[in-house]
């Protein structure tokens, strides 16, 4: 029997732009599913001028999608919708944040939660009292936590924080966009990713100290932000902002992908990155730094390749066999399709929305 579908508020970082974030693909994905499965979502996005010019997606098919200019605005135009939603969720680095929820909080009658999609900077952020987002008095009081980061964190926003309810909800994959594609191969190793403090040193030791250990290796990393002072190997290509509408061509374009995570992920461990499940998708091998939970979602050496050094990495790009490598990547495939869509993801929250209200049953 089909539940009667539910009226979704959800108040997050960008679902019109994926320029320098890694929500909007998050959202886009998950909003998507839940509209497949009949539920009606708005979608509202604090107007900023950094993403107005760098809009890929202004008007979402499958979600009303609407820009507030100010908290007045916000109040103004949406308290009614909010107020009477089955469900609204507040997510990460939206923009006065704190404020939002507190009006959230205070406003809506249904289901208050709070999404996490950058859960292991949340907490230190947190902890050097930097509530950017997201206030503590605030955990105790949105009836869901969900968080990007899964195991013994879950348990310290319950137990330390006051979080009724801490759940996982992590990132995932598009199928429609992500799978196998015959390319010609450009680069034996890739690297995408915004630039990051934390993230260049071991993209530096894992990646481009190899690229200049081996001249005749060819690499290239894509992503915004990164500073004109880095001096990038010779062999190494990079390229300033890839829309996702071309991250397929790009993961089919190599032979191996690499994967780096920030610094305060890795303390955490249990943080999967989105570009993990996107090159799975796509059938190409990942090397990947090592964090605590990997071993969870895919299994060492079969389906994904540990580097600790330039020489793991050279080792994995010059020792393993075409066909080792082929079949490296259709196991990590094979994983994520299995475990990782936004369609997962989707079912996951309705079945969360079941445990907290005792009556709402998912779809089969």
């Not at 780096?260 to 303390?267: G, P, Q, V, Y």
Request: charge should be negative.
């Amino acid at each position: 029997m089909s539940p009667a579908p539910l009226q979704i508020v959800v108040l997050g970082l960008s679902i019109t732009s994926s320029w320098g974030n890694g929500h909007a693909t998050t959202f886009r994905g998950l909003v998507r599913e839940l509209a497949a499965r009949s539920h009606q979502i708005l979608f509202l996005e604090r107007d900023v001028s950094w993403y107005a010019s760098h809009r890929d997606l202004p008007n979402p098919g499958y979600c009303r999608t609407e820009l507030y200019s100010s908290q007045a605005d916000l109040h103004n135009r949406f308290a009614d919708e909010v107020r009477e939603a089955d469900l609204v969720i507040v997510g990460s680095y939206v923009p006065e944040g704190v404020a939002v929820g507190e009006w959230v909080l205070k406003t809506a009658l249904g289901i208050k939660a709070f999404y996490d999609i950058d859960t292991p900077v949340t907490l230190a952020k947190l902890e050097r009292n930097d509530f950017e987002y997201l206030h503590p008095q605030l955990i105790p009081q949105y009836d869901l936590y969900l968080s990007f980061t899964g195991g013994p964190t879950l348990d310290r926003l319950e137990k330390v924080y006051g979080s009724p309810m801490a759940r996982p909800l992590y990132c995932s994959y598009d199928p429609d966009l992500y799978f196998p594609e015959p390319q010609e191969i450009q680069w034996d190793l890739g690297y995408l990713g915004t630039y990051s403090d934390d993230r260049q040193p071991p993209l530096e030791k894992l990646m481009l100290d190899a690229a200049r250990q081996w001249s005749t290796g060819k690499f290239v990393v894509a992503g915004p932000q990164y500073p004109a002072t880095i001096q990038w190997p010779a062999n190494t290509q990079y390229i300033h902002h890839l829309p996702p509408a071309e991250h397929r061509q790009f993961y089919n374009s190599q032979r191996f992908t690499q994967n780096i995570t920030r610094a305060d992920m890795i303390k955490a461990g249990y943080s999967p990155s989105v570009r993990l499940f996107e090159a799975a998708a796509c059938g190409t091998p990942i090397i990947s730094d090592f964090w605590e939970g990997l071993d969870s979602l895919f299994t060492f050496d079969s389906e994904i390749l540990i580097s600790y050094s330039a020489q793991d990495t050279l080792h994995f790009l010059k020792d393993i066999s075409e066909q080792e490598r082929k079949v490296l990547g259709e196991r990590a495939r094979q994983k994520v399709q299995h475990n990782h869509t936004a369609a997962h993801r989707a079912l996951e929250l309705e079945k969360y929305v079941k445990e907290l209200t005792g009556s709402y049953n998912t779809l089969a």
